[in-house]
């Protein structure tokens, strides 16, 4: 996919000054928030704006994420690239590509079919054979191939959903916001056989994770949430 030599300057400055700037040392992920071409998966309208230092609508009343919070949120997963990661809320899907070029393999859960077929073509297009996108409720995870070496949630759960720490592999890490629909603390679980140690890293507003175990609807009047 050829590229303007624009959007490659957009995307460096993205880098160095949003996110290697507010102290996101991984090279590996650094590296790959520097070469997948994120205005890609936003919508053709914000496609300007696709490298700002801010969440976008990407329709659905879903956003995709600040490029800060998806480097940081990538960085507290600590991959190395043997793992088999399972990613809840698919969304644009560029979350996705992100961990997809960290991570032996990355299965992506959505529960709304039109962005999950998006995202797809959008995944197939940058030839992301180790991510697949599937149409579920997230908060129940995907026990089919589980465990998983990590997890991420990229929606707000008002606690942390017991089906995820069951499917979280020993030495594991889980990332997720969790609190309020109105605001939420970012987490990091690992899991260390059947116990779990807890870091609170940072405040966040993230959409609500809807489902069985998250929260019941989402109807409320969009926001601008990272």
């Known amino acids: 996919m050829k590229e303007s030599d624009e959007l490659i300057q957009a995307r460096e400055r993205m880098v160095e000054d949003q ?4 102290g996101i040392k991984d090279t590996r992920v650094l590296d790959a928030m520097r070469t997948i071409p994120r205005h890609v998966f936003v919508p053709s309208e914000n496609r300007h704006i696709a490298y700002a230092d801010a969440p976008l609508p990407i329709g659905h009343r879903q956003t995709i994420s600040q490029p800060f919070i998806v480097a ?7 991959l190395k690239g043997d793992e088999i990661v399972l990613e809840i809320g698919t ?3 560029y979350q996705a590509a992100i961990l997809g070029r960290l991570a032996k393999r990355v299965y992506s859960l959505e529960r709304i079919p039109e962005l999950a077929e998006q ?3 959008v995944l197939y297009a940058l030839s992301f054979d180790n991510v697949e996108v599937l149409v579920a409720d997230g908060s129940q995870g995907l026990l089919e191939y589980a465990p ?3 997890i991420m949630v990229t929606a707000a759960a008002p606690r942390v959903p017991t089906p995820l720490k069951e ?11 969790v609190g309020e629909q109105a605001g939420q603390i970012l ?8 116990d779990f140690g807890r870091e609170r890293v940072a405040p966040v507003a993230f959409v609500p994770l809807v489902g069985e175990h998250g929260w019941d609807s989402d109807e409320r009047p969009f926001s601008w949430w990272v």
Do not use: C, F, H, N
């Not at 940081?72 to 600590?78: I, P």
């Not at 987490?187 to 059947?194: I, V």
């Open 119 to 121: 995202a797809k073509e």
């Open 19 to 22: 996110i290697r700037s507010r």
């Open 167 to 177: 499917q979280l592999a020993d030495g594991g890490r889980l990332v997720l916001p």
């Open 187 to 194: 987490e990091r679980w690992k899991r260390k056989g059947d």
């Open 72 to 78: 940081l949120m990538t960085e507290l997963l600590e």
């Open 148 to 150: 998983y070496g990590a």
């Open 91 to 93: 969304g644009s899907g």
